[in-house]
């Protein structure tokens, strides 16, 4: 029987000008992964983007873009899942860390894989950015 309780998020995948991707580290945590968080009750997953990436990094959204549901072991709790709800981002104004945000870092794709990620970033989100930036590249 599986034991593990799920967590349900809304996670935005930034990416500027350059492909570089934003990610952030929370507090006592040493895993990398995509600003966002919990979904509070009677909240829509848009909604606890918009509010997080205000609450966590000091931006607004500028426009986001559905991409889906997804599921990977969480990084910082035992025996747990997240379900996270992904959105592609961009942000207006400049990332300010705030909250629980220890650190922030917009990286490569290979930067990326230097980092310890959290699973969902690691076998969800690089994949989903290296589709993005090849299907971007053709003419």
Known sequence: MDTKRVIVISAAIVLDDQHR??????Q?????M???GKIDAG????????RE???ELSVTLRSVQYIGTY???AANEAD????????????????????EIEESRWVSREDAGR???????????LPLVGQRIASSSCT
């Open 21 to 26: 991707l934003l990610l952030v580290r929370k």
């Open 28 to 32: 006592d945590s040493d895993y990398f």
């Open 34 to 36: 995509q600003p966002g």
């Open 43 to 50: 909240e829509t997953p848009e909604r606890a983007l918009h």
């Open 53 to 55: 990436l205000r609450e």
């Open 71 to 73: 599921r990977a072991p």
């Open 80 to 99: 747990h899942v997240v379900c996270a709800e992904l959105f592609w981002a961009m942000l207006e104004g400049n990332v300010r860390i705030a909250a």
């Open 115 to 125: 980092l310890r990620l959290a699973p969902l970033t690691r076998d969800v989100v």
